[in-house]
């Protein structure tokens, strides 16, 4: 397989991670300290080196929001909106985001004004629980792993009768963070399609197109 290695690193700074002198990776999760200090966390407005990648994950997610003729769709762990607006650049619609971080909240309800975007953990339960056609979790696995039942029930909570569940996440060529959770896409494939879930997994594909990080997309609904 020729990959094209894409060299670099994005600039979280410790703020997410901390790596020690063996290269071990432990999580710190200071989400509001890098959205405070950081202009672009994670090149989320895709006009650096993960641009490409990036673009393509979203437009992939956009497509099964069109598929679905969603009319509410939810995003997770939205950061700054840009892919709610990237979404809806695709398909319109009426677009949710929660995060964690009240920073990221307020600056994307500077750039966005036209989306909902509200300050949300999704590792807590949920006392107040909203209906949504899709639910998207885009690019958050990492930092949820070790509340990640409590995550499918919540977004099982969220659902329509007839609504789905999208998960992507950029996968690790060579992971560093979080296999006794989850051990790469196959063991993102065994978690997902695990009957003790109240979801189902209806699909599932990987896209491999010379990026840094193999691309994985997860579709489910209620059992």
Known sequence: M???????????????????????LSFKGNFEAYY?????????????ESADYYLSSRSRIAKYI?????????????GLGYACNHFNSIYTSSYT?????????????EQFSE?????????ATLT???????????QLLWYILPHLDQVMKNC???????????????????????VEFIDGFGGAFNYFNDPKHPTKMLHCEYN???FRNLDGLFILNNR
């Open 115 to 123: 989306f909902t975007f509200e300050v949300c953990d999704i590792t």
């Open 36 to 48: 405070k200090n950081e202009q672009d966390p994670w090149d989320q407005s895709a006009t650096g």
């Open 208 to 210: 491999d197109e010379g």
């Open 128 to 138: 107040h629980i909203k209906k949504y056609d899709v639910v998207v979790l885009n």
């Open 156 to 178: 099982s909570q969220l659902l329509t009768d007839n609504g789905v569940l999208v998960i992507a996440n950029a996968f690790a060529r060579e992971q560093k963070f979080g």
């Open 66 to 78: 069109e598929a679905k003729k969603a009319s509410q769709v939810l995003e997770i762990g939205c």
């Open 2 to 24: 020729n990959v094209k290695n894409k060299t670099g690193s994005l600039p979280s700074k410790d703020y997410v991670f901390a790596t020690d002198t063996q290269g071990n």
């Open 97 to 109: 985001g929660w995060d964690i971080s009240k920073a990221a909240i307020t600056k994307a309800k």
